[in-house]
């Protein structure tokens, strides 16, 4: 299983400041319809097929896979996406908070596994390697959990890196900027 985050700012300095209500409807956006917020052709297709009180059920085909997946909304909070069905397992969590400064942030995090698959163990594995890996990632832009480097590249997702040089992707977001 992999562990990753990553927390960005929604408001750096010099852009044109979104609300909490804007981000939050791109990102109920985002977990209704992910062909909007990825590389055309990599979500083939992403329908609502279960909604209830408390969540709702999204079937995908991302990347040639087919996936079941579970999310639940908090409202202006969080979404978080169960892997119920597909090639991994786990879930992935959009978050929406503000810092202990009252600036509003966005943490994405995930705990993630590819199903039927068990993790290899190398030498020097456990906590030594984990210090190395680190050392190793230090200073690299961490990812959103369900980016991958197509999605960076479309200036289509939601948010994707820490550095805020990748702002013109929440840009691209009609959604975000109040835009139709």
């Not at 804007?22 to 209704?32: H, I, T």
Request: with cysteine.
């Amino acid at each position: 299983m992999i562990y990753s985050t990553a927390t960005v700012p929604v408001n750096p300095e010099g852009e044109v400041p979104l609300t909490r209500a804007q981000v939050w409807k791109g990102l109920e956006l985002k977990a209704r319809d992910a062909r909007l917020f990825l590389v055309t052709g990599l979500c083939t297709r992403c329908d609502v097929v279960e909604e209830s009180a408390t969540h709702f059920v999204r079937e995908a085909t991302i990347g040639g896979h087919d996936l079941r997946e579970i999310v639940t909304l908090e409202p202006e909070s969080k979404v978080t996406f169960f892997q119920a069905s597909g090639p991994r397992e786990g879930a992935i969590v959009n978050e929406l908070f503000e810092d202990g400064e009252g600036a509003l942030q966005l943490r994405f995090y995930c705990y993630i596994g590819l199903r039927g698959k068990r993790a290899k163990r190398s030498r020097g594995a456990g906590r030594a390697g984990s210090v190395r890996q680190r050392k190793r990632l230090q200073g690299r832009p961490a990812v959103d959990a369900e980016a991958d480097p197509r999605t960076a590249r479309s200036g289509k997702a939601l948010i994707i890196a820490r550095n805020t040089s990748n702002r013109a992707a929440l840009k691209e977001a009609p959604c975000l900027r109040g835009n139709k």
